[in-house]
C-alpha cells in the first residue's frame, strides 16, 4: 500500500469516516475512494486539494510527503506573519496560500 493511501485512510479513521462518506465530504465518486484504496489508482492532485480543503487540520507536508506528522499545516502568529499589503484597500484578508511546484508537490501556509 502506498504511504500516501495509508495518509488517506488514517484521515477517513480520525473522524470515524466510511470510504462512502469520505467521498461525500470530499466531493468526488465514491468509486475514487475505492480506486486509491485498493491500489488501483494513485490520487490526483485534484484529489489532494479536496482532501486539505475539507480537512483543516490536514497539513500537506504530512499528506503529500508524510512530513510533520501531527502538525497541522504552516499556521503563522502575529509574530512570524509575512508583511502582505492586499491590493484592495484591505477590505480583505488572506487566509490560506498554496504554492504549486511543477512537479505536483503543494505547500499549504495558513494566515492568521
Known amino acids: 500500500m502506498e504511504a ?15 470510504s462512502s462518506q469520505m467521498a461525500d465530504k ?13 491500489g488501483r489508482n494513485k490520487p490526483s492532485l485534484d484529489f ?3 482532501v486539505l480543503e475539507a480537512f483543516d487540520g490536514v ?13 497541522k499545516a504552516s499556521v503563522f502568529t502575529p509574530e512570524n506573519q509575512p ?10 484578508t488572506i487566509e490560506k ?5 511543477t512537479d505536483k508537490t503543494v505547500e ?3 494566515l492568521g
Open 83 to 92: 508583511k502582505i499589503t492586499p491590493q484592495n484597500g484591505g477590505k480583505k
Open 4 to 18: 500516501i493511501t495509508e495518509r488517506v485512510i488514517k484521515i477517513m479513521e480520525d473522524n470515524s469516516l466510511s
Open 97 to 101: 496560500v498554496l504554492i504549486l511546484y
Open 108 to 110: 499549504e501556509y495558513r
Open 48 to 50: 489532494i486539494l479536496k
Open 59 to 71: 497539513s500537506s507536508d504530512w499528506l503529500l510527503k508524510g512530513e510533520n506528522e501531527g502538525e
Open 26 to 38: 470530499i466531493g468526488v465518486q465514491r468509486s475514487a475512494i475505492s480506486h486509491i484504496l485498493s
